[in-house]
């Protein structure tokens, strides 16, 4: 492979660029074609409300049923934390109930893209990252059998604060629930929540056990579920279908500098990607991927010896000691990750978001951006609504908020599945093709590497450029296979390539819905008005 790789030479490149160049020409056109159309949800959907149809706290019109709460947020992660702020600012009486209000300690949702950022701008909430000791990222350094290549966020037409953010998950959810409890409006509560109060098919509120064990309930005209991935509420408001493809496991290096500084460091290694990116002016955190849901034991020593004789040989050598020195500390953790596609009940009353709603691999660090762009559609849609007591209205009303988070949604969802296939080492020659044609790809700069970065880093998560980048690096695969000179067995590989890349991507895009995630504005739920006000 890499002597037919080399033989290609300038003209290899030239070529499948070329290709590529032309088919996602052909497919933005289209899409932007298509987009051009009038879209009567605009309004809405860009936040702008009836004169005087913004509430106020203490307005009657927009109290719940018992004089008391608005809202009720089940968890108070960033999903939960970040809303709870938002509808609080808005003048929503909100009530927060969280498992847990100490500072959590995750080994994941610590990276935040551009994207989400821009989001957090946007729902005034950017100081959370302040005075965590948070590290700007800058980009990603992309690295395979000794090569590597950085692949910098196509920042050039944004203020020059706006880049990514990493940190420590715990001290960045601590800050934005400092952010939310400053509010006069909105109370946050240690309890669990055990099940949610319904009548007549309506949630009217949930049941939980306070800090101190007493089995209390509340009320509110809608309640929203942010429990997280491990959430024990999501299968009465939806159809989950948890998919485990993978576990990380975690180490945090010290006093050690990445090659790429304010970059995260993605390693094409084998059988599957490692990942590295600073949390604070001291630590980095490494990400080990380990397909399948068992990892090597921990206790028994596996886990070490595994990072040690597998992993640490494919790490860059500047790295190395610190890794080392890192499994020797023995703080060592794991984390399944898990993806699963949003299948929502619709149910008055009630409504899911966050990891309790919807999950991606965490490979490409979308998470936190996916949960941000949904609280601000959700804000957008409940602004104009002074009271939220007619349920059944309501919950017809939000059911556009599931089409008109899609574009953004599943754009980031689809390239976290397909990238993680992608980027995992197969026996497969065509999927080891499919790879080493993806980083050559991006190797080539310019629009070849902007495109998918503007997608990954949530700067531009549009649907149709997913696909046309990555039918694009297919055939740009093909291409390689084709030069010199094309022989049976290498135009073999080449469809298998191209039917291998459809069998990634494809079942994705349908988990995800062909149609909210393309044609949205063909769906009914789109053109929802919002409920006349009482």
Same mark, same amino acid.
């Given at each position: 492979?890499?002597?037919?790789?080399?033989?290609?030479?300038?003209?290899?490149?030239?070529?499948?660029?070329?290709?590529?160049?032309? $088919? %996602? %020409?052909?497919?933005?056109? %289209?899409?932007?074609?298509?987009?051009?159309?009038?879209?009567?949800?605009?309004?809405? &959907?860009?936040?702008?409300?009836?004169?005087?149809?913004?509430?106020?706290?203490?307005?009657?019109?927009? %109290?719940?049923?018992?004089?008391?709460?608005?809202?009720?947020?089940?968890?108070?992660?960033?999903? #939960?934390?970040?809303?709870?702020?938002?509808?609080?600012?808005?003048?929503?009486?909100?009530?927060?109930?969280?498992?847990? $209000?100490?500072?959590?300690?995750?080994? &994941? #949702?610590?990276?935040?893209?551009?994207?989400?950022?821009?989001?957090?701008?946007?729902?005034? +909430?950017?100081?959370?990252?302040?005075?965590?000791?948070?590290?700007?990222?800058? #980009?990603?350094?992309?690295?395979?059998?000794?090569?590597?290549?950085?692949?910098?966020?196509?920042?050039?037409?944004?203020?020059?604060?706006?880049?990514?953010?990493?940190?420590?998950?715990?001290?960045?959810? @601590?800050?934005?629930?400092?952010?939310?409890?400053?509010?006069?409006?909105?109370? +946050? =509560? !240690?309890?669990?929540?055990?099940? +949610?109060?319904?009548?007549?098919?309506?949630?009217?509120?949930?049941?939980?056990?306070?800090?101190?064990?007493? =089995?209390?309930?509340?009320?509110?005209?809608?309640?929203?579920?942010?429990?997280?991935?491990?959430?024990?509420?999501?299968?009465?408001?939806?159809?989950?279908?948890?998919?485990?493809?993978?576990?990380?496991?975690?180490?945090?290096? =010290?006093?050690?500098?990445?090659?790429?500084?304010?970059?995260?460091?993605?390693?094409?290694?084998?059988?599957?990607?490692?990942?590295?990116?600073?949390?604070?002016?001291?630590? &980095?955190?490494?990400?080990?991927?380990?397909?399948? @849901?068992?990892?090597?034991?921990?206790?028994?020593?596996?886990?070490?010896?595994?990072?040690?004789?597998?992993?640490?040989? !494919?790490?860059?050598?500047?790295?190395?000691?610190?890794?080392?020195?890192?499994?020797?500390?023995?703080?060592?953790?794991?984390?399944?990750?898990?993806?699963?596609?949003?299948?929502?009940?619709?149910?008055?009353?009630?409504?899911?978001?966050?990891?309790?709603?919807?999950?991606?691999?965490?490979?490409?660090?979308?998470?936190?951006?996916?949960?941000?762009?949904? *609280?601000?559609?959700?804000?957008?849609?409940?602004?104009?609504?002074?009271?939220?007591?007619?349920?059944?209205?309501?919950?017809?009303?939000?059911?556009?908020?599931?089409?008109?988070?899609?574009?953004?949604?599943?754009?980031?969802?689809?390239?976290?599945?397909?990238?993680?296939?992608?980027?995992?080492?197969?026996?497969? @020659?065509?999927?080891?093709?499919?790879? @080493?044609?993806?980083?050559?790809? $991006?190797?080539?700069?310019?629009?070849?590497?902007?495109?998918?970065?503007?997608?990954?880093?949530?700067?531009?998560?549009?649907?149709?450029?997913?696909?046309?980048?990555?039918?694009?690096?297919?055939?740009?695969?093909?291409?390689?296979?084709? $030069?010199?000179?094309?022989?049976?067995?290498?135009?073999?590989?080449?469809?298998?390539?191209?039917?291998?890349?459809? #069998?990634?991507? +494809?079942?994705? *895009?349908?988990?995800?819905?062909?149609?909210?995630?393309?044609?949205?504005?063909?769906?009914?739920?789109?053109?929802?008005?919002?409920?006349?006000?009482?």
């Amino acid at each position: 492979m890499a002597a037919a790789a080399d033989g290609a030479g300038d003209g290899l490149q030239l070529i499948g660029a070329a290709i590529a160049t032309l $088919l %996602a %020409a052909v497919l933005v056109a %289209a899409v932007l074609g298509r987009r051009r159309r009038p879209r009567p949800r605009a309004p809405l &959907v860009e936040g702008k409300p009836a004169p005087g149809a913004d509430c106020a706290v203490g307005d009657s019109a927009g %109290a719940a049923g018992d004089g008391g709460t608005d809202v009720i947020i089940v968890g108070a992660g960033v999903a #939960g934390s970040a809303l709870a702020y938002t509808l609080g600012k808005d003048g929503r009486r909100v009530h927060v109930i969280e498992r847990d $209000l100490t500072e959590p300690d995750r080994i &994941v #949702g610590e990276l935040l893209q551009p994207g989400g950022y821009l989001k957090l701008i946007e729902l005034g +909430l950017e100081d959370c990252v302040e005075e965590i000791d948070a590290q700007r990222v800058l #980009g990603y350094a992309l690295f395979k059998d000794g090569r590597n290549t950085k692949l910098p966020y196509p920042l050039e037409k944004f203020h020059s604060d706006v880049a990514g953010r990493s940190f420590h998950n715990g001290r960045f959810i @601590q800050r934005m629930r400092q952010k939310a409890a400053s509010l006069p409006n909105v109370q +946050l =509560e !240690q309890g669990t929540v055990t099940s +949610l109060l319904e009548e007549n098919g309506t949630v009217k509120g949930v049941q939980y056990k306070s800090k101190s064990g007493e =089995e209390l309930k509340a009320y509110a005209p809608l309640t929203i579920v942010c429990d997280g991935c491990f959430s024990n509420l999501r299968r009465a408001l939806c159809s989950p279908k948890v998919d485990v493809p993978s576990c990380f496991v975690g180490l945090v290096l =010290e006093n050690c500098q990445l090659p790429h500084a304010n970059h995260g460091h993605v390693i094409l290694a084998n059988p599957s990607p490692i990942l590295f990116y600073p949390i604070s002016s001291t630590e &980095v955190r490494c990400l080990v991927d380990v397909p399948g @849901q068992k990892v090597p034991s921990i206790a028994s020593g596996e886990m070490a010896n595994y990072l040690k004789t597998v992993v640490a040989p !494919q790490i860059p050598p500047e790295i190395y000691d610190s890794f080392i020195a890192a499994i020797d500390k023995g703080s060592i953790r794991t984390m399944p990750n898990r993806s699963m596609p949003a299948a929502p009940h619709p149910t008055p009353g009630a409504l899911l978001m966050g990891d309790a709603f919807n999950m991606r691999h965490p490979l490409t660090g979308g998470g936190m951006t996916v949960a941000l762009s949904d *609280i601000v559609v959700l804000r957008n849609l409940l602004k104009p609504l002074r009271n939220l007591h007619d349920a059944s209205s309501l919950c017809k009303y939000l059911e556009s908020f599931y089409t008109l988070r899609k574009p953004v949604a599943s754009t980031i969802n689809t390239l976290a599945g397909a990238l993680y296939k992608v980027f995992s080492a197969s026996p497969d @020659q065509a999927r080891n093709e499919m790879r @080493q044609a993806c980083f050559d790809y $991006l190797s080539l700069g310019g629009v070849f590497s902007n495109g998918p970065i503007a997608l990954l880093s949530g700067l531009n998560p549009r649907p149709l450029s997913l696909v046309a980048h990555f039918f694009a690096v297919a055939i740009y695969g093909v291409g390689r296979l084709m $030069l010199p000179l094309p022989s049976p067995k290498r135009m073999w590989i080449g469809a298998r390539l191209i039917s291998g890349a459809c #069998g990634i991507i +494809l079942p994705i *895009i349908k988990a995800e819905g062909v149609r909210q995630m393309f044609f949205p504005a063909t769906v009914p739920a789109y053109y929802r008005a919002a409920p006349a006000a009482e």
